[in-house]
Nanobody, 126 residues
Framework: QEQLVESGGGLVQSGGSLRLSCVAS????????MSWFRQAPGNDHEFVAG????????EYSDSVKGRFTISRDKAKNTVYLQMISLKPEDTAVYYC???????????????????WGQGTQVTVSS
């Protein structure tokens, strides 16, 4: 069964770093654009970063550009989100998501993703 499992979240002080991982199982996601979204309490899902199906293009939200880096290891079926210079406003549940169809590019819209992980909590203290 297709599945995405995130890990790596936790509690970190402002200015600290974390690396999130998303392991994909089942039919290969190596041909899917993959993204990270986050959801803070009371807010909608927010696009954070994405990589195209062939990793030729990455996109970031303005709020994380220069601090977060998305990458993928296709041999391990894993997508990473390296986060540095974390701020309290980065506190949220972070979700990994795969596009709804193969060979599509990155989308910032939640409804264009067909597969989601369960999420991992990131808490940044001030």
């Amino acid at each position: 069964q297709e599945q995405l499992v995130e890990s790596g979240g936790g509690l970190v002080q402002s200015g600290g770093s974390l690396r999130l991982s998303c392991v994909a199982s089942g039919p290969t996601f190596n041909f899917y654009a993959m993204s990270w979204f986050r959801q803070a309490p009371g807010n909608d899902h927010e696009f954070v970063a994405g990589t195209s199906w062939n990793d030729a293009r990455t996109e970031y939200s303005d709020s994380v550009k220069g601090r977060f880096t998305i990458s993928r290891d296709k041999a391990k079926n894993t997508v990473y989100l390296q986060m540095i210079s974390l701020k309290p406003e980065d506190t949220a549940v972070y979700y990994c998501a795969a596009r709804d169809s193969r060979n599509y590019g990155v989308s910032k819209f939640v409804w264009q993703y067909g597969h989601w992980g369960q999420g991992t909590q990131v808490t940044v203290s001030s």
